[in-house]
């Protein structure tokens, strides 16, 4: 049991507590102070992760110092490093830190090993912070805030921290020490652009508010994909079905934060790589991503980490919530929330969604979206369908007396929109009124004429070459039209006999060995099958469906391609002569690695086949 130990001070590491506690107690030994401390003295000196806690809280649990949950979250890099993990990983750190385990197990099982943004290599200090500290306290200390990776400024003073003499990762892996032990001198720091300086300081503000936000909240965001994926589609980098224009999204991120700031902070990316972490953090989220990381994207997205609950399980709507308003003029609930049906599809020009909302009362209009206000609720794009509602209005406004224009702006449509559904009432009126037996027949002789006079012709070309009769017919006589109308089957049979298959054989068949001696020939082996040959030449559906058509073809391609073990054999050569002509040696990992081939008992037999020294002569 221990009879002293100084007083934990605010934003205080663990790390520089048992520095100064060594330095209290006077010990000559660090290892000393690690027996003292943890019962041990094989325990290592971390400064970002300190393990056994449950024993060194034992020690010093007659000084009543604040909870074992209160030293992990506030005074070690816990808080920072777990903000975007899963709660499986958090615990699994909460076990790691109070428990112990294997040494730098947390920096691998976290993803801090792997990640390409690395601590700062020496602690870090505030100059007025230093002076502050011994002002009230009577000596200095190392602050959390100023360790945290990419932290280029003293959230409360604004300045550039320094780097002190003592390494992040002390070679000394038992030794704590203290900041008043180190030389704390200021030095020459670099001095960053306007525009630079900004950037820096927003992203070392936000990563101190990162930490103090998750000291005190629980957070409940298991998958951050569907919440990255909503706000991108929010922002326009992504469809409404969820998929990520890619290019375009990491063209305007690099183009946002600069290749100077990305590089600054170990964020650059190749924008045309499809493996690069910006790609990867807005899809499923198969590896940790480093906090940094993180929030760049979300400062991009113009969202704060402390608002993502709010988008949990929101799903992206392009025309906002259901009901959505009814713009029908000629109805009574004209522009009130009514309709619930809605199709969404995608523009084949603009790739933007387009929606379809149908109304009970008949009306079925389009506008390509997404909304951006709320007036954008109000426009069409396009009337498909006014409906018997609006038709309705149509004939009452036009009995009325009214003219085309007038009744054109009631219904809030064309002129030639009215004049039209007018007409056609006009048309369905006389004819009900004279259609009648001898009409009927009068009608159907003419056809029948028309049909004797041009027996060759098709449906298509007599209804170009009489329109009006064929109108007539189709409306009100369909089911005898059908029946007395060139055949389909007919005209399709005259077309299917001209093609001269022999021919067309002859022509595939020149197209297929040139492409098969081509795909032989490339320097690194292709697989030489018949979908590959077939969507060379472009006639890929001809070949499946039609290959019993085209004999010769069909009986060179059954002796031309390769199944996939002579392929894995041409593989294997190919490597083994690569291999053996740039090293002079064949390793059988190195074969197997480039012709990316499992290790396999027959592959391996295929290796030692081709290890023949004959191959390379």
């Known amino acids: 049991m221990l009879s002293y130990f100084p007083s934990l001070y605010p934003d205080e590491l663990l790390y520089s507590w048992f520095a100064r506690y060594h330095?209290?107690?006077?010990?000559?030994?660090?290892?000393?102070?690690?027996?003292?401390?943890?019962?041990n003295m094989s325990s290592v000196a971390v400064v970002d992760f300190p393990n056994n806690l449950e024993i060194f809280y034992k020690n010093i649990a007659h000084f009543n110092p604040p909870k074992i949950t209160e030293l992990v979250t506030n005074h070690t890099m816990y808080s920072y490093y777990t903000a975007f993990q899963s709660e499986m990983m958090k615990s699994r750190a909460i076990n790691y830190i109070n428990n112990g385990g294997k040494p730098?197990?947390?920096?691998?099982?976290?993803?801090?090993?792997?990640?390409?943004?690395?601590?700062?290599?020496?602690?870090?200090?505030?100059?007025?912070?230093?002076q502050q500290d011994r002002d009230k306290y009577g000596e200095a200390y190392w602050h959390r805030s100023h360790q945290l990776p990419k932290v280029f400024y003293c959230y409360l003073h604004q300045e550039l921290l320094h780097d002190s003499t003592i390494e992040f990762r002390n070679p000394h892996k038992h030794e704590f020490v203290s900041a008043e032990k180190a030389e704390l001198l200021p030095h020459l720091v670099t001095v960053f652009s306007p525009k630079l300086e900004q950037r820096l300081k927003?992203?070392?503000?936000?990563?101190?508010k990162l930490i103090h936000y998750t000291e005190n909240t629980q957070t409940r965001i298991q998958d951050f994909t569907q919440i990255y994926k909503y706000l991108l589609q929010v922002n326009g980098y992504a469809t409404h079905f969820g998929k990520v224009h890619q290019q375009y999204f990491t063209q305007q991120l690099k183009k946002y934060y600069g290749e100077e700031f990305l590089t600054l902070v170990d964020c650059n990316f190749d924008e045309h790589s499809d493996t690069s972490w910006i790609r990867s953090i807005v899809r499923k989220h198969r590896k940790a991503f480093h906090p940094v990381q993180h929030l760049l994207l979300l400062h991009f997205l113009n969202v704060s980490f402390k608002d993502l609950e709010n988008y949990i399980g929101k799903k992206y709507e392009p025309f906002g919530q259901a009901p959505y308003y009814c713009l029908n003029p000629a109805a009574?609930?004209?522009?009130?929330?009514?309709?619930?049906?809605?199709?969404?599809?995608?523009?084949?020009?603009?790739?933007?969604?387009?929606?379809?909302?149908?109304?009970?009362?008949?009306?079925?209009?389009?506008?390509?979206?997404?909304?951006?206000?709320?007036?954008?609720?109000?426009?069409?794009?396009?009337?498909?369908?006014?409906?018997?509602?609006?038709?309705?209005?149509?004939?009452?406004?036009?009995?009325?007396?009214?003219?085309?224009?007038?009744i054109a702006q009631v219904l809030e449509c064309d002129y030639a929109t009215v004049k039209k559904y007018l007409e056609i009432k006009k048309v369905e009126k006389s004819s009900n009124n004279n259609s009648d037996t001898d009409t009927k027949l009068k009608n159907e002789e003419e056809w029948l004429a028309i049909l004797r006079q041009n027996p060759e012709l098709s449906i298509t070309r007599l209804r170009e070459l009489v329109p009006a009769l064929y109108a007539w017919l189709y409306r009100y006589n369909r089911e005898w039209l059908k029946k007395n109308s060139p055949k389909k089957n007919s005209v399709e049979n005259k077309r299917k006999n001209k093609i001269d298959w022999e021919e067309r054989d002859f022509k595939i068949l020149k197209e297929i060995q040139e492409v098969i001696t081509n795909l032989y020939a490339l320097e690194k082996p292709v697989y030489?099958?018949?979908t590959r040959v077939a969507k060379s030449i472009r006639k890929l559906s001809m070949i499946e469906k039609n290959i019993d058509k085209l004999p010769r073809s069909k009986d060179f391609l059954s002796k031309n391609l390769e199944t996939r073990e002579q392929y894995h054999i041409r593989k294997i050569m190919w490597a083994c002569k690569k291999i053996f002509l740039d090293e002079g040696s064949i390793v059988n990992w190195k074969i197997k690695r480039l012709a990316c081939i499992k290790n396999e008992e027959k592959v391996d037999t295929f290796i030692k086949e081709t290890k023949d020294d004959s191959i390379f002569s």
């Not at 792997?114 to 505030?126: D, E, G």
């Not at 927003?202 to 101190?208: C, F, Q, R, T, Y």
């Not at 009130?336 to 008949?362: A, L, M, Y």
Request: some cysteine.
């Open 202 to 208: 927003k992203l070392s503000d936000e990563s101190i």
């Open 332 to 406: 009574e609930h004209y522009k009130q929330r009514v309709v619930t049906k809605v199709v969404i599809t995608t523009c084949t020009e603009t790739r933007n969604p387009v929606g379809t909302f149908s109304c009970d009362c008949g009306f079925v209009y389009s506008r390509c979206g997404p909304d951006i206000d709320k007036a954008d609720a109000f426009k069409v794009g396009r009337i498909k369908i006014f409906g018997p509602v609006w038709q309705a209005k149509l004939i009452r406004l036009a009995t009325s007396g009214l003219s085309y224009y007038r």
């Open 528 to 530: 030489v099958n018949k």
């Open 104 to 130: 730098g197990a947390i920096h691998m099982f976290l993803g801090i090993a792997a990640s390409t943004i690395k601590n700062w290599h020496y602690l870090r200090f505030c100059p007025s912070c230093l």
């Open 23 to 39: 330095v209290h107690s006077c010990n000559t030994s660090s290892k000393q102070t690690m027996k003292e401390l943890f019962g």
